[in-house]
Every structure is written in structure tokens, then in C-alpha cells.
């Protein structure tokens, strides 16, 4: 019996060990965006910086495995030339819309079938954590998103994969705010959920295009 009860531990930490030890796989980085300071598990980073519908979007990234890990910060509110749609929250009600606005924008783009939600909170700023998933409940990006100032902000896994969760905790946990210059996030008075709606849109489209990228990049080498 006890020999058997071995055996079955054996066997069990063959499954556990790996797990534990994936984040040990890869070396961690410090990186800066905009006085954000985030950890990448390499130092192979890419940085884009453009101009999208008038709007500076910023952003960090880098693949491990199928998944792509990044963080953007992009203008909350000058996107439209349409006033209506300039506005940013004014309470926390309003927030928290302009936050559903965001990721149904994602969805949107996504094709996504399902999304799972909670609130989160990063020193002062209170955000959203959301996963999309598609119609065979495999998950298409895990995000957090936070509204600071005049920025919107989103640290996200792009094609999200199982084994890699302790890099994705690693990633998201390292992300330091304090160097931001504005925590406010209520600064607007109307219409958030369709301005969230837009940029979760956007920025969407961004992350396929770097997927694109990628691909082109895997392709060449195997040549």
C-alpha cells in the first residue's frame, strides 16, 4: 500500500512540477512605458508608436509561444471628430459603463461569443480584468484595463494559452503606476460606453495586426 501511495506521488508531481516551474523558463525585464514600468519574460520587446484616427497609440510587445503579451496606452478621448462621442467618465456608475463599452468594442471585433469579467484595482485606480472566449469557449485575449486622466490603458494576452498562466500572473502583477502622472477617472460628464465601445475596437485591430507581423516574422525564418 505504501508503495502504491509513492507511486501515485511520483506520478502527480510529474504533472505539478513543470507547471511550477514554467515561469522559471524565461528571464524577466523591466521595461518603461510612459512612466509605466512592466516586466516582459525576454528581451526580444517591440515598440509601436502611431498615430491612429488622430490619436497616439502607443505600445510594447512580444510573443512567447502562440501568445502575445503587450501593453498600450493610448488618448481616452480624442477619437472622433464627433463631440458626442469625447466624453469620459464622471462617476464611478459611468466608469464602470465606459469600462462595458470597452470590452464589447473587443468582443465585437473578436467575434467573440462570451466574456467573463470582475472589477480590479491597482493602487488608487479601479479597472476591469476580462477574458473573451469564442464560440468553442477557447480564450481569445485576457486583458486589464485601466482609466487614468485622459489615457486608457491595457495590459492583455493576445491567444491566451493554459500553460503559460504563470507568465500571464507574472505579467500582469509586475505592472508598476506610480510614476503615472494623472490617477483621476472621472473627468467627463456623458456618453462613456460608446467612446469605450470605439476604443476597444481599435485597439483590437491593432493587436491582429501584430499577430499578422509575427507570422510574417515565423514564416521568413523557417525559410
Known sequence: MRKIVQIIIIVLLQFLIPSNLIGQEFEWYEFELENIKIDFPSEEVYQLDTIVNGSRLNQLYNQIRNST??????????????????????????????YDGFINGVKNSTNGEKVEKEEIKNGELIGIEYIIYNEIENPIILSQVFLAGNDIIALSVYNPDKELDEINDIFFDSVNFENLDSFEQFTGDSKAYKLGYLLGKLIFYIILGIGIVFLIRALVKKK
Do not use: F, M, R, V
Open 69 to 98: 503579451l503587450l501593453i498600450q496606452k493610448t488618448s481616452a478621448e480624442k477619437i472622433s471628430k464627433d463631440n458626442d462621442l469625447s466624453s469620459l467618465p464622471y462617476d464611478y456608475e459611468s466608469l464602470i459603463k465606459y
